[in-house]
């Protein structure tokens, strides 16, 4: 998956709910599972992150997805933001729209992993100074394996920033989850991106811890919490919820 939605850069956290994979929010690494076929899924969170003495948060975040195909789905979103330097407060109420399609191109084999790609495009909030106020691209390759009980998957990606000048910058991670009972599942991911320096982006490296609880049927229960090695990133904070909103 692209790097997170508002905070890292104002992109959509993977969506996943069907086949074949399990992963997804609130993880950021993306895997190549897709949205259930016809179905209509809202996630709704939090996120928030301290970052040298700088508090953002991210309230609401509204992703909804749509599966048109087995193997594709398409998802928009906006989200709130706040963010609390010492001595300013900037805040946007609604921003940072995006639209995202992710194909998976291949399934799982015994010989060969599942395969996605994905594409998304972002206008970055400029309200209160929040952002350039530009179109940025993303686009990502992504595999998963079943390694046991559990899931494997990892990503690559560039987030292309075309102001104030054309610039780039690569983004990686590798995710592990396992499940613990019939309701609950955990993990662990490693992900970071290349700084792009005319762009304002600085390079960074986070490990995150996650789970996620299935309430019920149609929704699930979303957390995660990690920080940087490399980077700016004190603590993150991941906590929302998918629901299906048809059947």
């Not at 956290?13 to 209509?40: E, F």
């Not at 290349?194 to 304002?200: F, L, V």
Request: aromatic share 10%.
């Amino acid at each position: 998956m692209p790097v997170r939605w508002t905070i890292c850069g104002g992109l959509i956290l993977a969506l996943c709910a069907g086949t074949p994979a399990q992963a997804g929010p609130p993880y950021t690494v993306d895997d190549p599972g897709t949205l259930d076929h016809r179905g209509l899924f809202l996630y709704t969170s939090y996120i928030g992150s301290w970052q040298n003495g700088t508090v953002s948060d991210v309230l609401p975040q509204l992703v909804l997805g749509y599966g048109l195909r087995p193997d594709l789905e398409f998802a928009a979103g906006v989200s709130g933001f706040t963010s609390n330097v010492p001595g300013a407060v900037a805040f946007a109420p609604l921003g940072d729209p995006a639209l995202a399609v992710k194909w998976r191109f291949q399934e799982e084999t015994l010989g060969s992993p599942a395969l996605a790609v994905g594409y998304q495009a972002t206008v970055i909030t400029v309200d209160a100074g929040l952002g350039s106020g530009f179109l940025t691209h993303s686009l990502w390759l992504t595999g998963s394996r079943t390694v046991g009980k559990g899931l494997l998957w990892g990503n690559l990606g560039v987030n292309v920033y075309p102001r104030p000048h054309l610039d780039e910058s690569a983004y990686y991670g590798l995710a592990y989850d396992y499940p613990l009972g019939r309701r609950l599942r955990v993990g662990a991911e490693l992900h970071g991106n290349a700084a792009a320096p005319a762009s304002g982006v600085t390079g960074d490296l986070t490990w995150g811890i996650g789970a996620t609880y299935a309430l019920s049927s149609r929704n699930t229960l979303l957390l995660q919490a990690g920080r940087s090695f490399q980077g700016t990133s004190d603590f993150n904070l991941y906590a929302g919820i998918l629901m299906r909103l048809n059947r």
